[in-house]
């Protein structure tokens, strides 16, 4: 099998006479599957399963050949990554705050992990060593079943390390003592007096490649090491029901999953998420998106960590607003939407226009426009117009969520985000939608999606050695602008007065 599928390549050096200093490069190609190639590597064990030329099995391996050696060649360009548990997100309305989550494995043994998705912030975390934490028995997520949520303990993972304060990913090295203590850390989030605080440690996020080839014979296992959040002490929303077992930060900087994943050239700079309407959704790595999607580039503001970009008018309908333009993150671990002031005013006040009913108060509910009617009123959708006629379209603004007595009830899930001029768009108004976060391009892109999986072959199993074949990013590669694919190698040949000749197996 390996004479069949291992490039071989023999060559002879000669050393020259001659007292030029250029020298002569000289090969002989033949293809392994010719007559000659067949007769220099035929062996007992291989002579009757070489393909005849010209054959469905001749042509079918050649072309699983190329496969290979493009994965090989070309690393992660044109391949997408996927947690090892699947690509699969799902919500559980109220009971885990309205946000969409995913199982990730970590560590050596693996260990499985609930974490939510928010592209607003970057640091993975979860529940470590435990000092003051969410529940993690299932009896207390009716959502659930019987499945609990799982601890972090650093020290029973065999490829866990601890990550110095030294480290120039380390914001917190004021704090140290010495640059060999461990790094600690301290997150916190807009919802009022949430937090998560513990220690960095660096392990491994076991993933998988995610491929429609048919041809391929399974897609291939990664262990990829990140930096990990060692949450000990949680604060706020994160005590009662939201991501209790641990938070995936996708945002930009370079301590996110996704810097780590493309600075270690494993996949492109770009991941997407894909919520559909029934609380499920898809998670891809790598992912730029289809040939035909809407875009609008990134924004940079000042001590802003996050995907930011410009609104130039909020229509409702075919009618746009005046004086309603602004910045607004893109922001999955919001659950609802933010904006300015003065640009909800005007949105509120003409979705209540359409609306045959008088606004109303709800107990527990704290948006302004809420209605109860005996039908769902059909109100226009909201869209966000963008640079070169781009238009980012909420079908559905409205938000229905419970019946009372033959009676609908439904709100306007959108609030003042008390920031002049900036908004934050949540994750109930990306339903629908797949959304590509482009950081190679240093844009947004969208398009409409069912968030159908695609096909994903079940992953090979991992080899014997628990040391991840994805190291780290070095400080220097930290530092780059760009990954180089550990798939691939510089080769450097220097002769002098020398004719080198080649017979080559391809």
Known sequence: MASRSVFILFCVLFLATEETLASVFSSRMIHRF???????IRTPSSSESLPEKQSLEYYRLLAKSDFRRQRMNLGAKFQSLVPSEGSKTISSGNDFGWLHYTWIDIGTPSVSFLVALDTGSDLLWIPCNCVQ?????????SSLATKDLNEYNPSSSSTSKVFLCSHKLCDSASDCESPK????????????????SGLLVEDILHLTYNTNNRLMNGSSSVKARVVIGCGKKQSGDYLDGVAPDGLMGLGPAEISVP?????????????????DEEDSGRIYFGDMG??????????????????????????????CLKQTSFTTFIDSGQSFTYLPEEIYRKVALEIDRHINATSKSFEGVSW?????????PKVPAIKLKFSHNNTFVIHKPLFVFQQSQGLVQFCLPISPSGQEGIGSIGQNYMRGYRM?????????????????EEKIEPPQASPGSTSS??????????????????????????????????????
């Open 368 to 376: 302004e426009y809420c209605y109860e009617s005996s039908v769902e």
């Open 290 to 319: 289809p040939s035909i999607q809407q875009s609008t580039p990134f924004l940079q503001l000042e001590n802003n960590s996050g995907y930011i970009v410009g609104v130039e008018a909020c229509c409702i309908g075919n009618s």
């Open 259 to 275: 810097s780590f994943l493309s600075k270690a050239g494993l996949m492109r700079n770009s991941f997407s998420l894909c919520f």
């Open 469 to 506: 074949p994805y190291p780290l990013p070095t400080e220097e590669q930290q530092s780059r602008g760009h990954a180089v694919s550990p798939a691939i190698a510089e080769i450097k040949i220097v002769l002098s007065k020398t004719k080198l000749f080649c017979l080559a197996y391809i």
């Open 436 to 452: 590509v976060f482009d950081r190679e391009n240093m844009k947004l892109r969208w398009s409409a999606s069912k968030c159908q």
């Open 34 to 40: 010719s007559d000659e190639g067949r007769a220099s």
């Open 181 to 196: 203590e461990q790094c600690p850390y301290t997150v916190n989030y807009l919802s009022g007096n949430t937090s998560s």
């Open 133 to 141: 934490c969410a529940p993690l028995t299932s009896t207390y997520y």
